[in-house]
């Protein structure tokens, strides 16, 4: 997963954010009551700004509305697809045979990678004028004859993913296996920001928790279908909500994926500490180590109480009271590392394979 399109979303938001924000000022000034003592230019200015504003008001806030609406949705629906094809790149690169990739993920692997070659082929859609089915057939090909090689078709777990409403979403995560309802009642901004407890939620309730999105997706396709009419147009502020709900749920969305990179990475690249002493302050991991190399920066993976994964540099390394910015070890030693806090005795640590 790249940390970059999280932050490219995170930007894209804050533009939409910002463009909204112009437009206030804009009606802030259209507002203003011209003065006597004004500036002559200023009052020129004015005016006919608010003679603009008069005859174009209702024109205006439609237009507005509608760009960012369909703005809004679009970073859903790209940041979807993107964060689907680096989580499935990221699979490639961290599990080093195909056949220890999940197997349904494989199965669909399969399935769909033949429906991207029809779409190819019939030219349904020019989202994929990228693409050969020689290429998608390649992929396909060396994940049986070459799996220490292999690369995933990924466009083929996002094909024709529009109108992209929460149960759209949680089906093309089906796809991953992964429950993505299940996943997102894990993380705690997007459950504060939904207001509810998590541990109190339903099943059937489940599916109305995100209405927002499936309103933005209502609304988006209300314009994109060409209505004659645009009812229920809403305001700047109006719009806030939806912007700041859809923030939280992108960014619960990319967390998901992240915590399933590492995940794969504890069980292929990273190895289990089996002797963990003690944890002291929530951020000292002592521990029992031998025949490794171990220095400052090195990675830490956390598994907490509830299956969450999160990795963090360690910061300080440890023996006998003495610091050391590299240790290595050739017979069982106890060690103490740092990194942020917190973490505690209940959580699984894993150090990386050397």
């Known amino acids: ?7 490219s979303f995170t930007r894209e938001v804050n533009q939409i954010r910002e463009y909204l924000k112009h437009i206030q000022y804009v009606n802030d000034v259209a507002a203003y009551s011209v003065l006597e003592t004004d500036n002559q230019q200023i009052r020129k200015l004015l005016n006919t700004l608010k003679e603009h504003d008069r005859s174009f008001r209702t024109d205006k806030r439609i237009f507005e509305y509608k760009a960012s609406i369909i703005s809004l949705y679009g970073l859903l629906e790209k940041y979807v697809e993107i964060w689907i094809k680096e ?18 993920i494989r199965d669909n692997h399969f399935e769909l990678s033949l429906k991207l070659i029809n779409t190819i082929t019939s030219r349904e859609s020019s989202k994929y004028q990228h693409l050969t089915k020689e290429e998608v057939l390649k992929k396909l090909n060396e994940c049986i ?6 690369k995933i078709n990924t466009d083929a777990f996002v094909l024709l993913s529009g109108n992209l409403k929460h ?9 991953l296996n992964l429950d993505l309802n299940n996943e997102l009642l894990k993380n705690e901004e997007l459950n504060n920001e ?26 988006r396709n209300q314009i994109a279908h060409g209505s004659e009419e645009v009812d229920d147009i809403l305001s700047i502020s109006e719009l806030d909500p939806y912007i700041q709900f859809l923030e939280k749920y992108c960014q619960a969305i990319f967390q998901t994926l992240f915590e399933q990179v590492i995940k794969n990475e504890s069980i292929h690249t990273f190895q289990k500490i089996e002797n963990v002493i003690k944890v002291h302050y929530s951020k000292i991991l002592a521990f029992e180590l031998e025949s490794y190399t171990i220095k400052v920066g090195d990675m830490l993976i956390i598994q907490t109480k509830d299956g969450r994964f999160y990795k963090k540099p360690i910061l300080t390394i440890e023996l006998n009271n003495e610091r050391y910015p590299e240790l290595t070890i050739t017979e069982k030693t106890k060690i103490a590392v740092s990194v942020e806090p917190k973490i505690k005795d209940n959580q699984i640590f894993y150090i990386i394979n050397k």
């Open 145 to 150: 004859f070459n799996p220490t090689q292999y």
């Open 1 to 7: 997963m790249n940390i970059e399109s999280l932050e």
């Open 167 to 175: 149960n759209k979403i949680v089906e093309l995560f089906n796809k």
């Open 87 to 104: 989580y499935l790149d990221s699979l490639s690169n961290v599990v080093p045979e195909y056949n220890q990739i999940d197997e349904k």
């Open 194 to 219: 939904i207001g509810l407890n998590p541990n109190t939620i339903s099943r059937i309730e489940k599916d109305i928790l995100y209405n927002k999105i499936n309103e933005l997706v209502e609304r």
